[in-house]
């Protein structure tokens, strides 16, 4: 099956400082991916759905300039966590569905990265 | 719209009895339906999925769900728990590739007793 994958797994950072969080899809190219946030024994929110070579779709509510996404190339996307604050420490997860016929409506999702703010 | 009901936040079985996770959902159109799995601190793996073919779905692991549209339901079954099967188990509705509308329940969490 499709492969997606997410590192790191874990982080610690200072606060103020900026995380950035990478999601590829190994085995298949990806148009769109998509950031989940999940908070403790809860169920996971879209934050935004990243579109290669455009900006990013937010949900309501998130702050863009807070959570900065780049869609660089068919493979790669990353959310960047900037001057993060402990309410920022949580469970990113991506997930990427293959572009094109390849799709078979189904989501990928990677290994989640967990971000701990001090 | 769509929305995702999953009845159960806990649910806790003895290894080797039958499993039931039960989900129900609201579409305004056909959807699709998808049931994932979470172990700690991972990513969501799929178990199975549901797009308008056959209504029994069989999936990884030995679970399968049933789409049953008179009920609005897509219950997950297993005949007999395993202890790797403990792990958070979430019910997800869609509509077919309409991904960044996937709504996902709220998750039940299956203890597997020994």
């Known amino acids: 099956g499709a492969v997606v994958s997410q590192h790191p797994s874990w982080v610690i950072c200072k606060s103020g400082t900026s995380v950035k969080i990478e999601c590829r899809s190994l085995?298949?190219?990806?148009?769109?991916m998509f950031w989940y946030r999940q908070f403790p024994k809860q169920s996971l929110m879209l934050m935004a759905t990243s579109n290669e070579g455009s900006k990013a779709t937010y949900e309501q509510g998130v702050e863009k300039d807070k959570f900065l996404i780049n869609h660089a190339s068919l493979t790669l996307s990353t959310l960047t966590v900037t001057s993060a604050h402990p309410e920022d420490s949580s469970f990113y997860i991506c997930?990427?569905?293959?572009?094109?016929?390849?799709?078979?409506?189904?989501?990928?999702f990677g290994e989640g990265s967990r971000l701990t703010v001090l | 719209a769509q929305s995702v009901t999953q009845l159960d936040s806990h649910v806790s079985v003895s290894e080797g009895t039958p499993v039931l996770l039960r989900c129900n959902y609201s579409?305004?159109?056909?959807?699709?339906l998808f049931w994932y799995v979470q172990h700690p601190n991972k990513g969501l793996q799929l178990l199975l999925k549901y797009t308008s073919a056959a209504t029994l779905v069989k999936g990884i692991n030995g679970f399968e769900a049933e789409f049953k549209k008179s009920e609005t339901s897509f219950h997950l079954t297993k005949p007999s728990a395993h202890m790797s099967d403990a792990a958070e188990y979430f019910c997800v509705v869609s509509l077919l590739y309409n991904f960044n509308k996937f709504y996902f329940g709220s998750g039940t969490k299956l203890n597997v007793k020994p």
């Open positions: 997930s990427a569905t293959p572009s094109g016929s390849s799709n078979t409506g189904e989501l990928f």
């Open positions: 579409s305004s159109y056909s959807p699709s």
């Open positions: 085995d298949f190219q990806a148009t769109t």
